[in-house]
């Protein structure tokens, strides 16, 4: 089945610094991806579509300037969470969805936490 | 945003016996997919029902759809210990983006 990557699974950050999350398909290429945040105990929030090639689309709400999402390749899409404080400490999660096939089915990373001190 | 609401938020019950959560959600639909997450980790894929379909079974699994009230149930059937883990519905409606919003899911423990 398709596999979708994340790296880092888990960083924690002093608060005022940056950090990447990569979120990859391994076997697939994907078209588009989303961002999701969850905080402990609660659902999955989408904060952006991504799109190869083109600029994120972000949920209402959701900071671009804050969230710096980039989707260079077919197969890699990052997250960078700009001055990062406390309460962007979340559990970070990617989906891919593939392009030619499975039109509904996205697949996800296995998160990346993010604590920020 | 979130689309919809699970019930119940949690429940407890003892291996062998089904499992019945409920999902709602407030918009119309091109499909509507359940999914599986263990403490701390990604999301499981579990089954998919499209608008158009009533009742889906896979496995253990059996989903159902009511488009008129706008509401889903998934049902795990002789639960195992090992189906211990948060169970999500997520809806896809019908623009191009495919984006799934995520009803606020139920925290099932089997009891061995």
């Known amino acids: 089945g398709a596999v979708v990557s994340q790296h880092p699974s888990r960083v924690i950050c002093k608060s005022g610094t940056s950090v990447k999350i990569e979120c990859r398909s391994l076997?697939?290429?994907?078209?588009?991806m989303f961002w999701y945040r969850q905080f402990p105990k609660q659902s999955l929030m989408l904060m952006a579509t991504?799109?190869?090639?083109?600029?994120?689309?972000?949920e209402q709400g959701v900071e671009k300037d804050k969230f710096l999402i980039n989707h260079a390749s077919l197969t890699l899409s990052t997250l960078t969470v700009t001055s990062a404080h406390p309460e962007d400490s979340s559990f970070y999660i990617c989906?891919?969805?593939?392009?030619?096939?499975?039109?509904?089915?996205?697949?996800f990373g296995p998160g990346t936490r993010l604590t920020v001190l | 945003s979130q689309q919809g609401e699970e019930d119940p938020q949690a429940l407890s019950i003892q291996e062998g016996e089904n499992a019945t959560m409920n999902c709602s959600y407030k918009?119309?639909?091109?499909?509507l997919q359940w999914y599986r997450q263990n403490s701390g980790r990604g999301l499981v894929h579990l089954i998919l029902i499209r608008s158009n379909e009533r009742e889906k079974h896979s496995g253990r699994l059996r989903v159902t759809l009511d488009t008129s009230k706008k509401s889903s149930s998934l049902l795990i059937t002789a639960s195992r210990a090992a189906d211990t883990a948060s169970y999500f519905c997520?809806?896809?409606?019908?623009?191009?983006?495919?984006?799934?919003?995520f009803g606020s899911g139920t925290r099932l423990l089997v009891r061995p």
């Open positions: 989906s891919a969805r593939e392009g030619t096939s499975g039109l509904y089915t996205q697949y």
């Open positions: 991504s799109n190869e090639g083109s600029k994120a689309t972000y």
């Open positions: 997520a809806t896809a409606s019908g623009d191009s983006s495919y984006k799934l919003i």
């Open positions: 918009t119309s639909i091109n499909n």
């Open positions: 076997d697939f290429q994907a078209t588009t």
